[in-house]
């Protein structure tokens, strides 16, 4: 299965500011996903990134605030902008497409503290 | 709206018994169903996955049972090890390829006591 590479791991940041936060697969892939976890509750789904195109945002979730690029196959960035505490999370990234048994398979993700 | 539910936040058993981890869904369009477990730090790992078309799947230590019906799922690990200690999540998705999306529960922490 792809090994995915995910920077910064944890970062402290100021209210206001934004975040980017980076993805590099070991191979290539047509979807990545980004993902949020706040404390206590699930991993929720916050856009699928396919290369050439631009991201598919869930509900509740949208381009101004989390902007995604997919430069290439193997690469993305997901940016939190105009952060608040409410933002505070792990974000993780993921590649793959269940149903083939393989299931997905995620990055270490990035813990982010806004104070 | 939690479409996927673990109800048992923690659980804690001892080395060498079973250890069952249970799973509710509401929506009857999810067809099929994966574990993955968490450490500290760490991105979720892929553990074991059923399709709708089965009522069980086995991998080693490892079995998860779904009930249709009753919209249930659960994971057993058997013999159950101090390394298995970790968040165990349960999703679900309504299909496969490329539109494919998993739905998460907030999973369960289990401890293994030596």
């Known amino acids: 299965s792809a090994v995915i590479s995910q920077k910064p791991s944890r970062d402290i940041c100021q209210r206001g500011t934004s975040l980017t936060i980076q993805c590099q697969v070991d191979?290539?892939?047509?979807?990545m996903f980004w993902y949020r976890q706040q404390p206590g509750q699930s991993l929720t789904l916050i856009a699928t990134?396919?290369?050439?195109?631009?991201?598919?945002?869930e509900s509740g979730f949208v381009i101004d605030k989390f902007p995604i690029s997919r430069p290439n196959l193997t690469f993305s960035t997901l940016t939190v902008s105009n952060m608040s505490p409410e933002d505070s999370s792990i974000y993780l990234c993921?590649?793959?497409?269940?149903?083939?048994?393989?299931?997905?398979?995620f990055g270490s993700g990035t813990r982010l503290t806004v104070v | 709206d939690q479409q996927v539910k673990q109800n048992s936040p923690s659980l804690s058993v001892q080395e060498g018994r079973i250890s069952i981890l249970n799973c509710d869904y509401t929506?009857?369009?999810?067809?099929?169903f994966l574990w993955y477990k968490k450490y500290p730090a760490e991105g979720p790992t892929f553990l074991i996955s059923?399709?709708?078309?089965?009522d069980k799947n086995e991998d080693g230590r490892f079995t998860v049972f779904l009930n249709k019906s009753a919209k249930h799922l659960s994971l057993h690990i058997v013999p159950s090890q101090p390394g298995d200690s970790a968040v165990y999540f349960c999703?679900?998705?309504?299909?496969?390829?490329?539109?494919?999306?998993?739905?998460f529960g907030k999973g369960t922490l289990l401890t293994v006591n030596p």
């Open positions: 191979s290539q892939v047509t979807m």
């Open positions: 999703a679900a998705s309504e299909g496969r390829g490329s539109n494919y999306k998993l739905t």
């Open positions: 059923i399709s709708s078309i089965k």
């Open positions: 990134a396919n290369q050439g195109s631009e991201a598919t945002y």
């Open positions: 929506n009857s369009m999810f067809d099929y």
């Open positions: 993921s590649v793959g497409v269940a149903g083939t048994g393989q299931g997905y398979t």
